[in-house]
C-alpha cells in the first residue's frame, strides 16, 4: 500500500553536502512521521532525524546543527539537507514512514560516502 522512494545519495568530499529525497505514495494517513535513519557497515540502523506532519523535528547528537530535516505535506516528500559531512556519516540512508503509530514503512535505501 506504501512505497518510498530515496534519491540524493552519492560520494562526497567531508565538508560537503548532499541533499537527499525521499517520495511516498500509497495509503499516507494525514497524521503521520516521516525520518531518516541510517546504517552503517556493522553497525544498527540508527535514527538521524525526523519530523512530523505537524513539522516538529528531532535529531540524533551526532548531525544537529549540520543535517536539516523538512517535509511538503502536499508532495508527500521529505528531505534531508545534510551540510559539513564527515567520513563518520558514511552509510546507507533510509527513509521511514510512520503512519499515525499503526504501520511503518522503509524505503530501499541510497547511499552516502563522505571521503577524507
Known amino acids: 500500500q506504501v512505497r518510498l522512494v530515496e534519491s540524493g545519495g552519492g560520494l562526497v568530499q567531508a565538508g560537503g553536502s548532499l541533499r537527499l529525497s525521499c517520495a511516498a505514495s500509497g495509503s499516507i494517513f494525514s497524521i503521520n512521521t516521516m525520518g531518516w535513519y541510517r546504517q552503517a557497515p556493522g553497525k544498527q540502523r540508527e535514527l538521524v532525524a525526523r519530523?512530523?506532519?505537524?513539522?516538529?523535528?528531532n535529531y540524533a547528537d551526532s548531525v544537529k546543527g549540520r543535517f536539516t530535516i523538512s517535509r511538503d505535506n502536499a508532495k508527500n516528500t521529505v528531505y534531508l539537507q545534510m551540510n559539513t559531512l564527515k567520513p563518520e556519516d558514511t552509510a546507507v540512508y533510509y527513509c521511514?514512514?510512520?503512519?499515525?503509530?499503526?504501520?511503518?514503512?522503509w524505503g530501499q535505501g541510497t547511499q552516502v560516502t563522505v571521503s577524507s
Open positions: 519530523i512530523t506532519s505537524g513539522g516538529n523535528t
Open positions: 521511514q514512514l510512520n503512519n499515525a503509530g499503526l504501520s511503518v514503512n
